[in-house]
Every structure is written in structure tokens, then in C-alpha cells.
């Protein structure tokens, strides 16, 4: 059976060189996406441990992020539910403090062309401040003034601060993202599956 064009595209995706000269670790795109999806995870770039698995948010902030959106990596690592797609597909290798941001070539060559194939998004993750600045018409202010704001773009798109061990501090600085934000994700996110499932 030959390719669908979307097969087609991620395959494009998967073979890009586009960073190469820029990338220390070498090109290695991670996403995952299938037409059917009805959530998508946006988060920054991959981390070192996803480069070397291939396996998105397979990393402690995996982890976390799982836990906010209350499902277990089943769920998460099935393609025709949910869509990860960071704004850097490849790890960007490191600076003196966390990893590099992602590479300002991958957006603009790759984004638009496979959003336009996922047509039955019903719930976008906007996570950390590139996502955020890209999905969000008023995405350009700090990642705590933006999620403070996350009933503007309730119910189809949610914005996130990164689920990375380094952002500790800042959930515990503010509880009202676990005590507020949380449940309501866990809820939508539960509604946006069932509904998935109904229709499959």
C-alpha cells in the first residue's frame, strides 16, 4: 500500500539535516503525531535522554507531565491519541545552565505542515515560553504570567511551565497551578480521550 502524505511528511521530518552544522550531538528528530490524534503535548526541545532513546518526554519531566495530564505512558505513547510535537525536533545540546533553546530553523520549515494535518486537535499543551510565544497570540510575556492566564484559552489550549526537576521551586512558589490547573487538565484530558474513544 503506498504512503499516505502524511507518512510521507513525517518521514521528511525524520530525515531532516536542516541543523546539522549546528547540532553537537548530531540530528536526531523525535516526535510523535498520527492524524487521528486529539491532544497535543508542544513542549521546547529534547532533552539528552530523549536523543538517546528517540522516545519523547521519556525523562523525569515525562514523568511529571504524565501525572499532570492523569494518564499512564500507555496512553501518552499512543500516536493515534495524543501528538508530541516540540518546537525543536532535535536535542540542541547544552549551555552553562539547562539545555540550549530549540533551533529557530525548525519551526518555520516543519511546523505549519503537520499541524495542518492533525484536524481533530481538541486540546493543545503549550509548554514553556518558545511554545508558548509560537501558539499563543499574547505568548510573548514570562511563562508565570501566560499560565496565569490559562482560562483565555480554555478549553482547546493550555499553557504549561516546563514539568523539568528545575521548575520545582517554581511549583512550589505557586500552588495554585496544582490546585487549580491540575484538576482541570486531568479533567479535560479524560473528556477528550472518552471522546476519542466514542467516536472510534
Known amino acids: 500500500m503506498p504512503a499516505t502524505p502524511f507518512e510521507k511528511l513525517l518521514k ?4 531532516c539535516t536542516l541543523c546539522a552544522h549546528a547540532l553537537p550531538h548530531g540530528v536526531r528528530p523525535v516526535l510523535q503525531a498520527s492524524p487521528s490524534a486529539r491532544i497535543l503535548v508542544v513542549g521546547q526541545a529534547p532533552g539528552r535522554k530523549v536523543h538517546d532513546t528517540g522516545i519523547p518526554f521519556n525523562d523525569p519531566s515525562g514523568d511529571l507531565l504524565r501525572q499532570w495530564m492523569g494518564i499512564d505512558r500507555d496512553t501518552f505513547y499512543d500516536a493515534s491519541r495524543i501528538a508530541i510535537i516540540p518546537m525543536g525536533f532535535c536535542y540542541p545540546g547544552k549551555r552553562k545552565s539547562g539545555d540550549l533553546p530549540p533551533r529557530p530553523e525548525c519551526a518555520p520549515a516543519w511546523r505549519e505542515k503537520l499541524l495542518s494535518q492533525l484536524p481533530d486537535i481538541e486540546l493543545t499543551l503549550v509548554i514553556g515560553q518558545y511554545a508558548q510565544a509560537w501558539h499563543l497570540p499574547d505568548g510573548g510575556g514570562s511563562v508565570t504570567e501566560t499560565v496565569q492566564r490559562w ?3 480554555w ?3 493550555l499553557p ?3 514539568p523539568s526537576p528545575r521548575n520545582r521551586i517554581w511549583l512550589r512558589r505557586n500552588p495554585w497551578f496544582d490546585e487549580e490547573v491540575v484538576p482541570a487538565l486531568q479533567k479535560r484530558v479524560a473528556e477528550v480521550l472518552e471522546s476519542r474513544a466514542d467516536y472510534s
Not at 521528511?12 to 530525515?15: G, I, L, P, Y
Open 12 to 15: 521528511e521530518v525524520r530525515a
Open 151 to 153: 482560562r483565555e484559552h
Open 155 to 157: 478549553p482547546t489550549v
Open 160 to 162: 504549561l511551565p516546563h
